[in-house]
């Protein structure tokens, strides 16, 4: 390759010529296959899936996941923005869009061009919509509880004007839950009456002859925790991508295997003294003598920062060994003391399987304090994605 060819081949796709550079994610397609699956098989026949693929699928890449995902029988998907959407219909030129997020009535025209369907969300932006003079198509959000978006489901008057505007073509209604990850009776009262909230205003809209197209209102533990209530669609995120929100269970049990991993490269390792600390602030001081690596990842890539002091861990060779001192920008410190065969150069896991040893994501997520959906989300463009 020559200089120029080189330097195309970094920018169009973010990796170097040696493909994976100084830290990377690979994504596993056939463990996403797996995991449609298993949701289709524990939902009915009539149910389709309407996968949620906003932030770049969860940080996986969307056109790799999206092409997979239409390979397995896909036909529609879920985005935030309507820049998500116009993306997703080059690689989904026949699927169904449904854009949740805002999008501005001034980019009314993207929705038409690339045919996505708007969520709305009450009668003032509906209207904003139709007076926009384009033909498009919406579902309407009902807002049963969870406050966020949608019009009141006890507002009735409201959700039929939606319906009666020229220029918009009602596809669907959904609406989202607050809490169908808990077990506990509080949240699963809370959910029941959501769900009930929800079917009267279907119910009286369909006793008034309005067509209400499809019904969706379960994301990933929705489907798991109350399969009795699966609809038209169902809109799984984070468990397509293999994974649960945090370490829990789900009433029917879920079989999935993640699909992401994020690796690193040892760029240097050193030893140091009893007493000498590692990283800013000086936050951790050896007891005694250590070797200490030096990892190609930081929080600019979406290694968070907040596992700093709190237990993060990496493997290296098969073997697992602690984050030490801050997590920095672009860099971590492992404490590789026990780890005897390793040198720069060598691989190292952070989310993944090496050898017997295996980080989940669940796992970063709770050293982080928050939740997976947060970490794969927050994995940063600079890292290359390499499928499988
Ligand atoms: C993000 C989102 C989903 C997917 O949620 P997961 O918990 O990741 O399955 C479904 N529906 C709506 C409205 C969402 O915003």
Redesign the pocket.
């Known amino acids: 390759m020559d200089e120029r060819e080189i330097r195309l081949v970094y920018m169009s796709n973010n990796s170097t010529p040696c493909q994976q550079g100084r830290a990377w994610i690979e994504i596993d397609l056939d463990a996403l296959a797996h995991n449609i699956a298993d949701i289709r098989s524990k939902i009915p026949k009539s149910t389709g899936i309407?996968a949620?693929v906003?932030a770049n699928a969860?940080g996986h890449g969307v056109e790799k996941v999206a092409e997979r995902m239409i390979c397995e029988g896909v036909k529609a998907f879920?985005v935030?923005s309507v820049v998500e959407g116009v993306q997703l219909r080059e690689v989904a030129p026949d699927s169904t869009i449904l854009v949740?997020?805002y999008t501005h009535p001034g980019d009314a025209r993207w929705l038409y061009e690339c045919n996505l369907s708007q969520?709305v969300v009450d009668d003032i932006y509906a209207k904003a919509l139709n007076d926009t003079g384009y033909n498009l198509r919406v579902h309407v959000?009902i807002d049963t509880g969870m406050n966020?978006?949608g019009v009141e489901s006890s507002n009735f008057e409201e959700v039929e004007k939606v319906f009666k505007y020229a220029d918009l073509t009602v596809e669907g209604i959904?609406t989202?839950l607050s809490s169908?990850?808990g077990q506990n009776d509080s949240d699963t009262g809370v959910t029941r009456m959501q769900i009930e909230s929800f079917m009267t205003v279907v119910c009286r809209l369909k006793e008034k002859g309005y067509n209400v197209g499809k019904l969706?209102a379960?994301?990933?533990?929705?489907?798991f925790n109350y399969p009795e209530f699966n609809y038209d669609y169902v809109?799984?995120?984070?468990?397509?991508?293999g994974v649960h929100?945090i370490d829990d269970k789900t009433k029917v049990k879920t079989e999935l295997r993640p699909v992401l991993s994020l690796k690193a490269i040892v760029a240097q390792v050193r030893r140091i003294k009893a007493g000498e600390s590692v990283s800013y602030g000086r936050t951790f001081t050896a007891e005694k003598p250590m070797k200490i690596a030096t990892v190609s990842i930081g929080y600019a890539d979406g290694f968070p920062r907040q596992i700093s002091g709190n237990g993060g861990m990496g493997i290296v060779n098969g073997i697992k060994a602690p984050v030490v001192g801050r997590v920095c920008m672009d860099m971590i410190m492992l404490d590789v003391t026990a780890i005897e065969q390793i040198k720069a150069g060598d691989t190292v896991t952070l989310i993944g399987k090496d050898g017997n040893e295996e980080i989940r994501c669940e796992e970063v997520a709770k050293t982080a304090g928050t939740i997976t959906?947060d970490i794969l989300s927050g994995l940063s463009s600079r890292l290359p994605r390499i499928y499988r």
């Open positions: 309407m949620v906003k969860y879920a935030t949740m997020g969520l959000a966020r978006l959904a989202h169908p990850d969706h379960m994301s990933s533990y929705g489907i809109r799984p995120g984070i468990m397509l991508y929100s959906n």
